[in-house]
Structure formats: C-alpha cells, structure tokens
C-alpha cells in the first residue's frame, strides 16, 4: 500500500488503522508528515514505531492533527509541558508521577465533553514486558457489520454523557470532584451513531464509564443496550491489540473507535507513556 507521497504503509488488521514504516517523525519533512496525518484521517489508526521524540516535538507533531487539547487532571500533566499528560505507575519522592491505569475500561476520550478530542495519541516511554497492551475498536466496521433494520433502530439514538458519574463510579482514580471540576465539566449529550466528518462514514460510537443513560429509553434497559452495543463492537472481528515497544507513538481516532488500556503486573514492570490530545468538534 502506498500514499500520495509514497508512504510505506501495511494494515493493522483487516481493513483498520496503518503502521507507518522508514519514518522517523523528530526529522521527516513537511510532506512526509503531511502524508502521515492523511493516513491518520483515512484508516482510523496509525502506529510509528522506533520514534525518539521529547516532550516538545509530540507537542508539535500533534499540533499536525489539530490544536492541542488540555487536560482535565492537571497534576499528572510533564512539569512545563501542560499539553502533555503522564500515565504511570512511578512514584517520586512519593509521589505519582502519572495516572495508573487510566484508561482501563473501553471508552473514547473526552466523551464528557461538548467537543471531545478528535485523536488520542500515546507515546511508549517505559513499557512492562508482558501486559499493558492497548486495545482499538473499529466502530465502522461495527456499524457496517449490523442489518439494515437494527442500524435504523439505532440511528437517531443519545446518549448522556456525565463525568461527575464516571469519577465517582470509576474502578481506578474515583475520586470527589472539586466544584471547579463540576462546574467545567457539565453533563452532556451525543449520539449513539457518529457521522466521520472526513467523508461522511458511520460508526457505532457507544462507551462506558461516562454514559448514564440512552435519552428518553428507562433504565436499566437503556445501559443494557449500550452494554450489548460496547459488547458487540469489542468483540475479536473489530479489534487491534497494540503491544507496545519503547518509542512507539499509536495514535487513533475518536471519532470511529474506541479503546481500552489492559492491566500489567505493577509489582514487578513500570509503564510510563506520554498522552497527548488534538481537539476535536462536536459530534453529530
Ligand atoms: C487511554 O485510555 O488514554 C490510555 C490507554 C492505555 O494506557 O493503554
């Protein structure tokens, strides 16, 4: 498979997301990595592997995407580097040094958001021998997957998105909400079936954690729904499973997947991974 400028390019499972090969993204030119984010805008995923990036070029290097977003947990941002967010198991001085097992559970993030982000990407600083694998769901493909008639049951869905609910029901980090917090993060609401502003292509587009209800559908058969939805999509046909290796960058797209962080044994490994957001615009 080949780009415009001649990217080296192989799928990550059938029909989603790319490796991008013979690219390192601190010194390609202007094209290249023009060529990089179209790969990104068309396949859902992308993966670099061998990347040798500070703090500062990741900051650049997403800026390619969109701006770059803020994070909602400030103290686990890089000192100096606030678009930069830490996930890890490290202490200092006893002190995390990051958020552990932040993004266990499938979800897409910022969902609580009115503009959540358009792209996530992660950057393997330190990574455990076994475990921590990162999972993608490919919602088109779950979407294409369903029959005309269930796809018009569900078109036309909401949902309620609240993260004053997902901290405080959260497996990992649950935690009491200062009123700042409440006050920046109110709930709000999206659709079940996203549109993909770059050609109009359909995706399921559920989550956990956040999702408290399907608007105007009583509970609990509202969540059960999301919950087959979220089963449906996870399921082996529509996943990549990322294993990570130092210097890899995995970036996907939010607006057509979801993803899951897996657990690791932390009595034994470090993981530390550099997060990073473009922001993204409102679903429809
Ligand atoms: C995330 O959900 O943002 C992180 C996933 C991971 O750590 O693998």
Same mark, same amino acid.
């Given at each position: 498979m080949t780009t415009a400028v001649q990217l080296k390019t192989q799928e990550l499972k059938p029909g989603f997301g790319a490796e991008i090969l013979d690219v390192d993204l601190a010194r390609a030119d202007g094209e290249t990595l023009a060529g990089v984010v179209d790969t990104f805008h068309r396949h859902g995923a992308i993966l670099l592997r061998g990347q040798d990036m500070t703090p500062a070029q990741l900051v650049d290097f997403v800026a390619l995407f969109g701006e770059p977003e803020d994070h909602t +947990?400030? +103290? @686990?941002?890089?000192p100096g580097q606030p678009k930069v967010f830490v996930l890890s198991n490290r202490e200092v001085d006893g002190k995390p040094i990051g958020a552990h097992n932040?993004?266990?559970?499938w979800h897409t993030d910022y969902?609580?958001?009115?503009q959540p982000v358009m792209c996530t990407m992660l950057y393997a600083v330190e990574v455990p021998a076994e475990g921590s694998d990162t999972l993608l769901a490919d919602g088109c493909a779950a979407w294409n997957a369903l029959s005309p008639e269930r796809q018009k049951e569900l078109d036309g869905l909401r949902l309620h998105h609240s993260y004053q609910h997902f901290m405080a029901t959260?497996? @990992?980090?649950r935690q009491e909400l200062s009123d700042e917090l409440k006050r920046d993060n109110p709930d709000v609401e999206h659709p079940l079936i996203r549109t993909h502003p770059a050609d109009g292509r359909k995706a399921l587009w559920p989550s956990t954690?956040?999702?408290?209800?399907?608007?105007g559908m009583e509970n609990p058969k509202g969540l059960e729904l999301v919950d087959e939805l979220v089963e449906f999509m996870t399921s082996d046909p529509f996943v990549f499973r990322h294993k990570w290796q130092v210097g890899d960058v995995l970036m996907w797209d939010n607006r057509c997947t979801l993803h899951t962080g897996t657990l690791y044994d932390d009595t034994k490994y470090f993981r530390t991974m550099h997060r990073l957001w473009a922001k993204g615009d409102a679903p429809y």
């Open positions: +947990q400030k +103290q @686990f941002t890089l932040d993004g266990v559970g969902s609580y958001k009115a959260r497996e @990992f980090g954690g956040t999702v408290t209800e399907v608007v």
